[in-house]
């Protein structure tokens, strides 16, 4: 596993080696960088579903365990062991290759998606390690409730996958209440309502939630009021306002996002302790 | 220094219903009528025969403390089991009388009708019957503090 | 000490109990062996004895009072599980110490010459060495750490005749050099009587027999003699099992004491313990256990020719 990280940093790096010296343009490159983008995003899933979901089960399956949890470490000790090297080793090299991600994100010939994109936010270092920790201890756990190594690994993936699904496309979002702000032009009229035409932020890297059109006082439209005249419009200063997260929370949000996910790691972890401590070998 | 290893090895019979210590016990006396043990030799270690046997420890230390009581050997804490006597021998004389007794009850158990398998048997369990009652007066002027082991043997032995 | 202690012990597998009402009291320094048809709960009391299972009903103990498990219990107690189960990806060397960074008390130098003994090849892998050898390696880990009761399930079922020889020798020898107790379980019942001097038989989740096999021996005799309404007549002893054959009956009878003499016609004989097992594994309501009273079955219903 940590060999496969290794692999993809040291691609990644000559990817981004031959596409500077080639081409900027949309080319072959741009694609091959986002499947890469994509790859990396499955590692922490792989990392779940390959070693940490049979961790616990095969031993189960195999009946190791009888032969592990009888020793004299017992059994906490010796899940420590097994997780906790693995676990930290892992989440270092996902830091690392969001780190290496972050300088050559930086690049011009990697512009694509903006910042807040999925994509680029879980490979930053601190979540990218984060979502490392928690697809193992996920599959820790799972492998410690299922008891049986492949459908561990299947439930491995798709719980990590429904808690990426919700988490990218709508929690991550709403980490803190997202900012109002109505953006300085007065709109002409209804066909404005929506922002066509208008460039949506004013501060750089904000993250656009939605848009309406609104008094100055911050009520929004209804549809009623939508059918009005553009020169109702003018009259009552409607302003199309953004909900937004600015900018200046992405490095918070990081935080936030890792801080969870290590709380929730942590939680799965001590259930798998305790299951594993009651439960027969 | 521990002696250099034992003259003899053991081996077992398992088909013939003789307890395994009493084989143990029935082996050394053999080895020192045929002369391969002497006084002052090691019997085998304990670890060594459980070992080559797969047998229970307790079965050789029953079988050696047999040999301490039959004056046969003796324990050396921290060394081992060594020979510590020598098996009366009887004279040739006297077995020539003895064996001319013997074949005049032959002939007499003969003439009575029994055959080979006949006379066997009813030597062996009268063998057996007067071994027994001689041990069981020797353990009783000796106190009652070998009782189990020889209730095994007896069971072992009519088998 | 006891080696193991259990008081009333149940163990219940969603709707069948594997183990049931099972006292018993095993002191150490005894080589016990585990007795009783596949399925009859040995795996199940010595996985509870080991920690591995927790009882649904009553109390186990071991080593004078530990509870399975504890750390207390875990560092002082040594088990080969069912098929020896090992780390097979593992060269033997590794699975050694693998072993040895899970104890805290382990003998490296005799682990390691054992292994040289037994001429275990280290940078084999565990899957590609012999049942035999396999079984050596589980054997050796469980000795490293120097427990003071062996708890070995099975440890003979997958193993030909004379790497079962080998194995108890070599089980044996531990025993002559440590004074380490062992409990081991086994289907196969002619090979015990030179190993084992205490002998728990388990039958249908019940506990059926324990106790010393030495004094199970001389408590129970065969008798032969006249068949018929006869063999019906032998008050005096608790009849375990009837055998009749036209005009001869075979008897298992115990006895209060070896000294017992035989009812006139009846000849007497001593019972291996083969046919002492077998005869009480044929008839499960049988049972004899420590103390003084006798099972009531084992005296009244047993007699049924």
Redesign the interface.
Known sequence: MLGLFVLAAVLLWLNHQTATRFSPTISAEALIRAAWLILLQFMPVLAGAFLGAPLVARELE???A?????????RIR?LV?EVVPVTAVLAVAAAAIGLELRWLLARPAWTGPGTWSPARFDLRPLPFAGWVTLGICLGVFLGAAIRRTVPAMAATLGCYAALLYVTSLWWRMHYLPPLHRPLPHVLVGPEYSYGYGIPLTSGPGDYVLSAAPGRPDGRLLTSAQLDHPASWFRLHHIRLWVTYQPGSRFGLFQVIEFGWLIVLATILMTVAAVLIR?R?? | MVPAGSPISFR?D?GS?VP?YLQLVHQVEQALRLGYLKEGDRLPT???A???????????LKAYRELEHRGLATGRPGQGTFIAGTLRRVGLAEQAALRKGLLAWLRTADEAGLDADGIEALFATSLRDFLDRRDEKRSQRRGAGHR?GR??G???E?? | MNVIETCALGKRYRRNWALRDCSLTVPAGH?VALVGPNGAGKTTLL?LA?????PTRGQVSVLGGERP?S?AA??R?G?V???A????HLPAGDMLRV?R?????WDEDRAQARLAELAIPLDRKVRQLSGGQRAQL?LT?ALA?RPEVLILDEPLASLDPLA???F???L??A???DSLSVVFSSHVVSEL?????YLLVLNEGRLQLAGEV?AL??THRILTGPGGEMALNLKQFAVVQVRQAGAQAQLLVRTSS??DPAPPGWLS??A?LEDLVLAYLRDPKASVLPGPEVTAAAGGEAVRA
């Open positions: 195999n009946g190791t009888r032969l592990a949890w009888t020793q004299e470490a017992g010796w062991a009651r027969a070998a | 077992l398992p219903g395994t304990v670890k060594g459980v070992e080559s046997l797969a047998i229970n420890p307790n079965t050789v189990q209730a095994r007896q069971a072992g009519v088998a | 080589v996985n080991a920690g591995l299972l927790r498990g750390a875990r560092s107690t088990f599980a069912q098929d189960p090992l780390y097979g072993a960074n899970l104890n805290l008390t589980a880990i750490k079962r020889h080998d108890m020798g070599s044996m020898a025993v002559a050099e009587e030179r190993i084992a001097d030495d021996l001389d070896a000294a004989s001593p291996s």
